[in-house]
């Protein structure tokens, strides 16, 4: 299988898998399941973002607790659009445009579009344990293009934060992601979702 279809069968697996938690009638066993398929695919896909030298050692992703106090609605909120060169690992930037924010109890993101073929939203965040607990160029909480989406409920974008995860670039620097701009970093502890591997 040459390498896009790798990649292809990546996605895809990616896509079913949030499509599988969004229909989910309890969000709690559905992070179960997301975690089991992740630490699935970073072992043993090709398209892992573990080095080859790492994922045969590899015993599972690190998560705080399931916490549903962090399982957020936010209500989304236009905002003047405004073109934006996100930095990224690897000296790379990526063209994004932030068309709203989202808020929630406790604070709010700016929710970005990205500006290439195809487009999708994107919102990373960094939070108080950036850099210790977690990694510290940020987190993902969403990333349509790559199906990491929870949907909407009750009008109001879900934000589950137990569902963070880190970029590819945490794992391997041959990886090269958009990092969480100064709008998106929180000035308080998100103690929920996927945290650093013990080194």
């Not at 996605?11 to 989910?24: G, I, M, P, S, T």
């Not at 974008?157 to 670039?169: E, G, H, I, K, T």
Request: charged share 25%; hydrophobic share 40%.
């Amino acid at each position: 299988m040459t390498e896009e279809l790798q990649l292809l069968d990546w996605k895809r697996r990616v896509f079913d898998l949030y499509a599988e938690v969004r229909a989910a009638a309890e969000p709690a066993g559905a992070w179960q399941r997301w975690r089991a398929i992740r630490d699935e695919l970073f072992r043993t896909h090709p398209q892992s973002p573990l080095p080859p030298e790492g994922r045969e050692s590899f015993s599972g992703l690190a998560y705080f607790p399931y916490d549903p106090a962090l399982r957020l609605l936010a209500a989304v909120e236009p905002a003047e659009a405004e073109t934006r060169e996100i930095a990224g690992s690897a000296a790379s930037s990526t063209r994004f445009r932030r068309f709203a924010r989202a808020h929630f109890d406790g604070g709010s993101l700016e929710l970005y579009w990205l500006e290439a073929y195809g487009g999708g939203v994107f919102a990373p965040f960094r939070d108080a344990t950036g850099g210790s607990d977690t990694y510290g160029g940020g987190r993902y909480v969403l990333d349509t293009v790559k199906g990491a989406d929870l949907g909407m409920e009750e009008g109001r974008l879900v934000l589950d934060f137990n569902f963070a995860y880190n970029p590819s670039c945490a794992y391997d620097p041959r990886w090269a992601c958009p990092l969480s701009p100064p709008a998106n970093r929180l000035g308080f502890e998100v103690r929920a979702g996927e945290r650093m591997l013990a080194a």
